[in-house]
């Protein structure tokens, strides 16, 4: 693919282009090759340019906190795109109406939520992850979700073209949605209640103690690797992958890939651990799992290649 028509792309909001870009700090896994293009896009102007210019002529990946990503280590033969400071904003429409960019943090929104006396948000506070990949997986922990919340969606496809979507037209499912692939999300339009700021600080430092209690913390991971196979068994996803391995004998097996003995549906890097090494222990987890169970179990950390 000849890239000289992208290198002379002229910016006007300090967007940046470059190539051959290192991943591997860019995800919590700190795993990860390297990707042929790499775009910080400070703005929408800037990012319409740059889809038009590229026109789909390979992959696109658009990245948000790296919460739940796991990139291969070979070179990704596309463009990863990341969005930058003008998608980071938030602002209340009205009492009960707030506006979020898709790149600011769910715990940001949480946090705005609170200030501003609006109840409905606090689950955000224990989700490491960005709106925008909060909105493309309907993300959510403690019995809410993102469609609890969502009023509408703005969006620019890969050609460059800027569409709102109300809830209306969407069909949320746990851990989904049917949105397009070819849509990177620009802000999303949420909607809570009026309540008192303490007693929703009340409830935000319950989850975190909760989350506390019962989670890895400070360490390389992607969160939540498998979703909890609701649909074939009332048993959670951890206790599937407990009652079907020996976790200390696996964390023997796949190098510096292991599971945490504190969640085990959380996969940690200990300190170099591959992408093949940790492919290789995410199919050994649903190998075996479905040899017990007969559940057979789906990814919801994103693996790209």
Not at 29 to 35: P, R
Not at 165 to 187: C, G, H, Q, V
């Amino acid at each position: 693919m000849k890239l000289d028509d992208l290198e002379n792309i002229q910016f006007s909001d300090k967007s940046r282009l470059s190539f051959d870009h290192d991943l591997s700090r860019l995800n919590w896994f700190n795993i990860g090759g390297k990707t042929k293009i790499f775009l910080f896009a400070n703005s929408l102007k800037d990012l319409s340019l740059f889809l038009k210019k590229y026109n789909n002529r390979e992959k696109i990946f658009v990245l948000g906190a790296g919460s739940n990503t796991l990139f291969d280590d070979e070179t990704y033969e596309g463009v990863i795109i990341k969005l930058g400071k003008n998608f980071n904003n938030i602002s209340k429409l009205n009492n009960d109406l707030i506006i979020s960019g898709s790149s600011c943090l769910d715990k940001k929104l949480s946090e705005f939520a609170m200030e501003n006396h609006i109840e409905g948000f606090e689950f955000l506070s224990c989700i490491p992850g960005s709106i925008g990949g909060g909105i493309r997986m309907n993300a959510g922990c403690y019995g809410r979700e993102f469609k609890d919340i969502i009023v509408s969606v703005q969006a620019i496809d890969f050609t460059g073209k800027v569409l709102t979507i109300p809830t209306s037209d969407i069909n949320f499912n746990y851990r989904s949605t049917n949105l397009p692939k070819d849509l990177i999300y620009l802000s999303g339009t949420f909607k809570g209640k009026l309540s008192k700021k303490d007693i929703i600080k009340k409830k935000i430092d319950e989850l975190k103690n909760k989350k506390e209690f019962a989670q890895p913390l400070r360490v390389k991971t992607s969160g939540s690797t498998f979703k909890n196979p609701v649909d074939q068994t009332n048993k959670k996803v951890w206790e599937l992958i407990k009652e079907s391995i020996d976790i200390s004998e696996v964390n023997k097996m796949f190098g510096d890939a292991k599971l945490s003995e504190k969640h085990c549906n959380f996969l940690i890097n200990k300190e170099k651990a591959s992408s093949k090494d940790m492919k290789n222990l995410i199919n050994f987890i649903k190998e075996n799992v479905y040899k017990k169970t007969k559940v057979n179990l789906e990814l919801e950390i994103v693996l790209t290649s």
